[in-house]
C-alpha cells in the first residue's frame, strides 16, 4: 500500500501591515512533494481556506528556483491539484499515514492558533504517526499539547526559521513573533546549522527542518519513519 502524506499549506497572505504579499515558499513546497511522490506516495493537500493557497512571491523570483520548482511549473496535474486544496476542516486524520507543513512566513499568522490544524497534529501524534514541519511551518506546533496537558515541544530537539535567519531577510520587526524564541518558551530544545544550510531535526514523531534548503531533508527523514 502507498504511503498517505497530507500535506498542510497556509491561506495567510498578508505579510504583516507592510503592504506586502506572503504565502507559502514554493520550493518548501515542491521538493517534498517530489520526493514523496518519486517514492510512490500519495500526496494530498489542504489549506484552512481550501482552494489555491498564497504562494510567497519572492519565491518564486529567479535565485530562489530550484530543480524541484522547474518541475513543479510544469507538471500540470501538481498545479491542478494544488488549486484545489480540501479545506482543512474536513480533513479527517485518521485517513493519512503521515503530514508534512511547508512554511514560508504566512503560518506564522493562519497556524499558529488554527484548531483545525492543532486537531490534526495531536491526532496524529496520539495515533503514532510522524508530524513534520519545515521553516516558519513549525510555529504550527506551538499550541499543541500532549495528553497531559504540556506543550508538543517541550524537552523534544526542534528546529525553524532562526532568529539570525529572520534578521538577514529584515523581518524580525515585521512577524508576528521569532520562532526560534518562541519554540524556546514553550520547552523546546531548540537546535540550529549556519543559517541557510540544510538541516533537519528528529525527536520521536517530531520531524522539523531549518529554512527552505531543509526541507527535502525533512520529507526524506519522514519517509524513513514511514519505512
Not at 483545525?116 to 501524534?125: F, G, N, P, Q, T
Not at 500532549?146 to 528546529?159: F, P, Q, Y
Not at 539570525?164 to 513573533?177: C, G, I, K, N, Y
Request: charge should be negative; charged fraction near 25%.
Amino acid at each position: 500500500m502507498a504511503h498517505k502524506i497530507l500535506m498542510v499549506l497556509t491561506s495567510h497572505d498578508k505579510l504583516g501591515n507592510t503592504g506586502e504579499k506572503t504565502g507559502f515558499w514554493v520550493e518548501e513546497f515542491a521538493a517534498p512533494y517530489y520526493v514523496f511522490r518519486d517514492a510512490g506516495a500519495e500526496v494530498f493537500l489542504t489549506s484552512p481556506a481550501g482552494g489555491q493557497p498564497p504562494i510567497d512571491p519572492k519565491s518564486e523570483l529567479a535565485d530562489f528556483q530550484t530543480d524541484a520548482t522547474r518541475r513543479f511549473d510544469l507538471d500540470d496535474h501538481a498545479q491542478v491539484q494544488l488549486a484545489q486544496t480540501m479545506k482543512l476542516s474536513e480533513v479527517d486524520a485518521s485517513e493519512f499515514d503521515a503530514v508534512f507543513y511547508p512554511g514560508g512566513h504566512g503560518p506564522l499568522w493562519d497556524l499558529v492558533d488554527n484548531k483545525d490544524s492543532v486537531d490534526l497534529i495531536e491526532k496524529m501524534l496520539l495515533s503514532g504517526k510522524p508530524v513534520s514541519t519545515v521553516c516558519h511551518a513549525s510555529a504550527a506546533l506551538l499550541n499543541v499539547k500532549n495528553d497531559n496537558g504540556s506543550s508538543v515541544v517541550e524537552g523534544k530537539a526542534v528546529t525553524g526559521f532562526s532568529n539570525t535567519e529572520e534578521d538577514a531577510v529584515q523581518l524580525s520587526e515585521v512577524v508576528p513573533f521569532l520562532l526560534e524564541d518562541a519554540l524556546k518558551a514553550r520547552g523546546g530544545n531548540y537546535q540550529k546549522a549556519d543559517d541557510w544550510y540544510p538541516f533537519a531535526v528528529q525527536d520521536g514523531l517530531l520531524i522539523t527542518g531549518q529554512n527552505p534548503a531543509s526541507s527535502a531533508l525533512v520529507a526524506e527523514k519522514l519517509l524513513e519513519q514511514l519505512g
